[in-house]
């Protein structure tokens, strides 16, 4: 029996979930596993796998959204201006509309289930008022320059605990961005907000914070409450890990621009050669277990760390001409090598239908 790759994920997710919960032995369970095959997937586009990339990037813009808003300090004080009250004042206020806020999402969810994107848009909302109401929390104690990071930590916490109470995939994406965003400020407070903490910069830093998600992914999917989530942990971890390792092949261990600018890219090349590792393993890694996305990102980021070298080595050593008419037959050999595999799995469908 044959199954289309969607279905074979939830299969297989069925099967773990039935091991899990012993409703089926684990012989069992393996020969559920080998009584069916994968058939070639026919899709030439896979907008699910878009639509999980665009759904990450757009959560980590709105917590970038949110702290940039909450760092501004001409918009804060209008506000307080505008709502006229004391720091606690606001805090309630804004704790009672967070409230209120996932409330109304809680009821909407539960009465129009298939409006799920105004559903989930109130529980961004109410993300939104949790961030407001701990910032003037911090305020009001007097720790905007002392260990404030601690309330980023604490939004964090809130926003996994209403992702597993509410089992949403949207509060877990807004938990794993303000727990990046938590890591960055905590390890800069600890390192007095010096470029280097335990002697890393940043980009090298995000490269371990990368590597923690996806070890944290292994455990979140032992779990039945919190299986659901180990996707966009798991993603995350890969997508943030091998952004961290772009980054640091182009700026490497540097914690300021001028230091940069005083060394050759000659000196980075450990970072692309970690980058080309670190890609052709995800690639490698999505392969054995028929995992699309993880091969995807890994050919994403091994194209990035070619032609980011490329570009470093061969800008100023090239014509003009010359350079751009290697970049666009580059880009004509991959264009020609895809089409020829589109072609191949077509024919493979229509000998398989046939």
């Known amino acids: 029996m044959q199954f289309t790759e969607e279905q074979h994920q939830t299969l297989k997710k069925a099967i773990q979930h039935w091991e899990a919960q012993q409703l089926i032995s684990t012989a069992t369970a393996e020969t559920l596993r080998k009584s069916y095959q994968v058939a070639p997937s026919r899709k030439r586009f896979d907008w699910k796998n878009l639509s999980f990339i665009a759904f990450f990037f757009s959560i980590a813009c709105i917590v970038l959204a949110t702290v940039l808003f909450?760092?501004?300090?001409?918009?804060?004080?209008?506000i307080s201006s505008v709502l006229g009250a004391s720091d606690f004042t606001k805090f309630l206020l804004f704790t009672v509309l967070a409230t209120l806020t996932f409330a109304g999402g809680v009821y909407r969810r539960k009465h129009h289930p298939l409006q799920r994107y105004s559903n989930e848009a109130l529980l961004i909302f109410g993300a939104i008022f949790?961030?407001?109401?701990l910032t003037y929390l911090s305020e009001f104690l007097?720790?905007?320059?002392?260990?404030?990071?601690?309330?980023?930590?604490?939004?964090?916490?809130?926003?996994?605990?209403?992702?597993?109470?509410?089992r949403s995939q949207l509060m877990w994406g807004l938990a794993v961005s303000a727990l990046a965003v938590w890591y960055g400020t905590e390890t800069s407070y600890r390192a007095h907000w010096e470029p280097y903490f335990w002697g890393m910069n940043f980009p090298l830093?995000?490269?371990?914070?990368?590597?923690?998600?996806?070890?944290?992914?292994?455990?979140?999917?032992?779990?039945?409450?919190t299986q659901v989530f180990h996707s966009i942990t798991y993603y995350s971890g890969i997508i943030i890990g091998l952004s961290s390792l772009w980054l640091l092949s182009i700026f490497g261990n540097h914690g300021s621009l001028s230091t940069w600018n005083e060394v050759s890219q000659l000196h980075f090349l450990y970072g692309a050669f970690l980058l080309a590792l670190g890609a052709v393993g995800a690639i490698l890694?999505?392969?054995?277990?028929?995992?699309?996305?993880?091969v995807e990102i890994g050919i994403v980021f091994l194209l990035m760390d070619i032609y980011t070298r490329y570009f470093e080595y061969g800008w100023e050593n090239l014509h003009r001409v010359v350079f751009f008419a290697i970049l666009a037959t580059s880009f004509w050999l991959i264009g020609k090598k895809a089409e020829n595999?589109?072609?191949?799995?077509?024919?493979?469908?229509?000998?398989?239908?046939i």
């Open 130 to 133: 949790i961030a407001f109401a």
């Open 341 to 353: 595999l589109w072609n191949k799995i077509d024919r493979n469908n229509q000998s398989n239908v």
């Open 70 to 78: 909450l760092l501004d300090d001409w918009l804060m004080n209008f």
């Open 142 to 166: 007097l720790m905007e320059n002392g260990h404030f990071p601690i309330f980023v930590g604490v939004a964090t916490l809130i926003y996994g605990g209403l992702a597993i109470y509410l």
């Open 205 to 225: 830093r995000y490269v371990i914070f990368g590597g923690l998600l996806l070890l944290g992914s292994l455990l979140i999917n032992k779990s039945p409450r």
């Open 285 to 294: 890694w999505g392969l054995k277990h028929q995992e699309r996305l993880t």
